[in-house]
């Protein structure tokens, strides 16, 4: 099997910060691109990052200079530093790792969603 675990997420003031964290585990040979979504019942689901295995990265424009994504390929971990927060970054952040190649089965996963909340 494999399962996404994401770790980080919390309630900060405007300005704060915050790192997130994504583990995908299991029998796992690659992943081609990890990607941090976030949504609000309010709000269509929004890409905000996404590295692929190489290093390159996208950041979305609302986040460009205050949220970094890294990946470590060996642990098939990926972050969001997410630095001078707010509150329009209140939203659930989701974890997905497309096009991960494992044993016996491969495709695309998501994490269960962790609640990132800024406010004063």
């Known amino acids: 099997q494999v399962q996404l675990v994401e770790s980080g997420g919390g309630s900060v003031q405007p300005g704060g910060s915050l790192r997130l964290s994504c583990v995908a585990t299991?029998?796992?040979?690659?992943?081609?691109?990890m990607v941090w979504y976030r949504q609000t019942p309010e709000k269509q689901r929004e890409l905000v990052a996404s590295?692929?295995?190489?290093?390159?990265?996208h950041v979305a424009e609302s986040v460009t200079g205050r949220f970094t994504i890294s990946r470590e390929n060996a642990k098939f971990t990926v972050y969001l530093q997410m630095n001078s927060l707010k509150s329009a970054d209140t939203a659930v952040y989701y974890c997905?790792?497309?096009?991960?190649?494992?044993?016996?089965?491969?495709?695309?996963?998501w994490g269960q969603g962790t609640q990132v909340t800024v406010s004063s």
């Open positions: 997905n790792a497309k096009g991960v190649v494992a044993h016996p089965s491969s495709g695309d996963y």
């Open positions: 299991g029998n796992i040979i690659s992943i081609n691109d």
């Open positions: 590295i692929s295995s190489g290093g390159y990265t």
